[in-house]
């Protein structure tokens, strides 16, 4: 649904249609060589009050608007203004909690590869880097998940250094292999070394 308008540019709209041809030629008083730029810009500072150039002043004039009207009107559409931001900021932080929350309900515990090198090595097309990811990811059975701590953690131990041998120390496209993050929590990891010892955090 769309927004209402602005208090002002709601009511200078109004004086407008009642005085025909007022808007076009205010607008090309302006001098803007792109005259729908010109109408686009002005209609943005209307509807946010904001009038960094002082246009919204030279509007006032030119339509004869009395002062206090004119101030009263300016207030109540930067609240206004305002106050759509402040919806948007909240609705894109409701989102964010949404999807992060959605992460967490689809969450599965792995191991990811951590490397020296903070981005690929080499040249490398933009398809390439996506599909390189894949070599990040170590791959552990399932059914570790039900052992008990001490237990999970020798395992990832044993297959970290596994991987790290057969792999012999190196990430492809991403280079030396400096350690291992087991993610058995969402937002929570297990840092181990290449041989498969857990880092103290």
């Not at 109408?39 to 946010?48: F, G």
């Not at 009050?49 to 030119?62: A, F, H, K, S, T």
């Not at 992060?100 to 990811?112: K, N």
Request: with cysteine.
């Amino acid at each position: 649904m769309a927004s209402p308008p602005s208090p002002l540019k709601a009511w200078v709209q109004e004086v407008w249609d009642q005085n025909p041809g007022t808007r076009r030629r205010f607008i090309e008083s302006l001098g803007y060589s792109n005259i729908n730029k010109a109408y686009q810009q002005v209609d943005a500072w209307l509807r946010t009050g904001e009038d960094p150039r002082g246009v919204l002043e030279q509007l006032r004039e030119d339509l004869q608007l009395e002062g206090s009207l004119w101030t009263r009107l300016l207030k109540a559409t930067r609240e206004l203004a305002a106050l759509k931001a402040r919806i948007q900021e909240l609705e894109l932080k409701q989102a964010r909690l949404e999807q992060r929350e959605e992460q967490r309900r689809r969450f599965v515990p792995y191991i990811w590869v951590l490397t020296h090198a903070s981005r690929p090595t080499g040249s490398i097309t933009i398809y390439a880097v996506a599909n390189l990811v894949r070599f990040r990811y170590v791959s552990i059975e399932p059914e570790w998940l039900e052992a008990s701590q001490a237990l999970l953690q020798k395992r990832i131990g044993e297959r970290v250094r596994q991987h790290f041998v057969e792999s012999e120390g190196i990430c492809n496209g991403m280079g030396a292999i400096r350690g291992y993050e087991f993610h058995h929590a969402f937002g929570q990891a297990w840092e181990f070394d290449p041989e498969g010892h857990m880092v103290a955090s």
